[in-house]
């Protein structure tokens, strides 16, 4: 097929259900649901559209990320390399239960661990 990775994915709307399912996930996961403390509603929902719009630009859809850097983000919150794991593997559940390719899935975890290092601070 075809296209973008953004449009292999399925476009917009599969990369924002992709995200409600993954935000879902990262709460109920006491690893990961630490970061969402003391933030509310308004900021959560704040956080899905920032995360489904960086993908969405990442895969080269029409969405621009508006948002700060991914180093400034993430800065002091010493996420370490088993969060992220975590985080991935969450992310990799979701994209199944879409049925996305492996192939698109690859694709994405390839873009996504380009800015793993400007996110995780501990190995």
Same mark, same amino acid.
């Given at each position: 097929?075809?296209?973008?990775?953004?449009?292999?994915?399925?476009?917009?709307?599969?990369?924002?259900?992709?995200?409600?399912?993954?935000?879902?996930?990262?709460?109920?996961?006491?690893?990961?649901?630490?970061?969402?403390?003391?933030?509310?509603? *308004?900021?959560?929902?704040?956080?899905?559209?920032?995360?489904?719009?960086?993908?969405?630009?990442?895969?080269?859809?029409?969405?621009?990320?508006?948002?700060?850097?991914?180093?400034?983000?993430?800065?002091?919150?010493?996420? *370490?390399?088993?969060?992220?794991?975590?985080?991935?593997?969450?992310?990799?559940?979701?994209?199944?239960?879409?049925?996305?390719?492996?192939?698109?899935?690859?694709?994405?975890?390839?873009?996504? *661990?380009?800015?793993? *290092?400007?996110?995780?601070?501990?190995?």
């Amino acid at each position: 097929m075809a296209g973008t990775l953004y449009e292999k994915l399925g476009g917009y709307s599969v990369i924002a259900a992709v995200v409600d399912g993954l935000m879902a996930r990262i709460a109920e996961d006491k690893r990961l649901a630490k970061y969402f403390a003391g933030h509310g509603d *308004n900021s959560k929902k704040r956080l899905r559209q920032m995360l489904v719009e960086m993908i969405c630009q990442l895969t080269r859809g029409p969405c621009f990320y508006l948002g700060r850097d991914m180093s400034t983000v993430h800065k002091g919150l010493g996420i *370490n390399g088993s969060e992220w794991q975590v985080f991935i593997t969450h992310l990799i559940g979701e994209l199944d239960s879409f049925a996305v390719p492996d192939e698109e899935q690859k694709d994405l975890l390839k873009l996504l *661990n380009s800015i793993k *290092n400007d996110i995780v601070e501990a190995p």
